[in-house]
């Protein structure tokens, strides 16, 4: 990666996150294997994080089949195993605890020990 390239556009970030979109734990850990030292909490195109995608496609997920999406709770437990942290915050300063409410992600929600949405 060149020092003007920004993080989003190299091919190990696409093929982190295009596993993240595609819900695909066994491909997203194999990508973070083979790219040890890409910063999981670094900005992605717009500001959104890894975890935002993840929690996104996690919406998209249960929109398409009207059930939760265990797949994407996967994702969310290889990304917080590799040290994603949910109170990054986007510029905006929305971070993915935010984005999990707006989303109603209970499960997680949950999994960070942040409890359910209400309501």
Do not use: K
Request: one cysteine or more; proline letters at 7%.
């Amino acid at each position: 990666m060149s020092d003007l390239e920004p993080l989003w556009e190299t091919e190990a970030f696409r093929r982190v996150h295009r596993a993240v979109e595609d819900l695909d734990p066994i491909e997203l850990e194999a990508a973070l294997r083979d790219n040890p030292s890409l910063d999981i909490n670094a900005e992605g195109y717009m500001g959104w994080r890894l975890l935002f995608t993840a929690i996104e496609s996690e919406f998209l997920h249960q929109q398409d089949t009207g059930r939760p999406g265990l797949p994407n709770l996967i994702v969310s437990q290889v990304l917080l195993r590799h040290g994603a942290d949910p109170t990054v915050a986007h510029p905006d300063g929305w971070n993915a605890v935010d984005f999990a409410r707006e989303y109603h992600h209970n499960e997680f929600l949950t999994l960070i020990g942040e409890g359910p949405c209400r309501g």
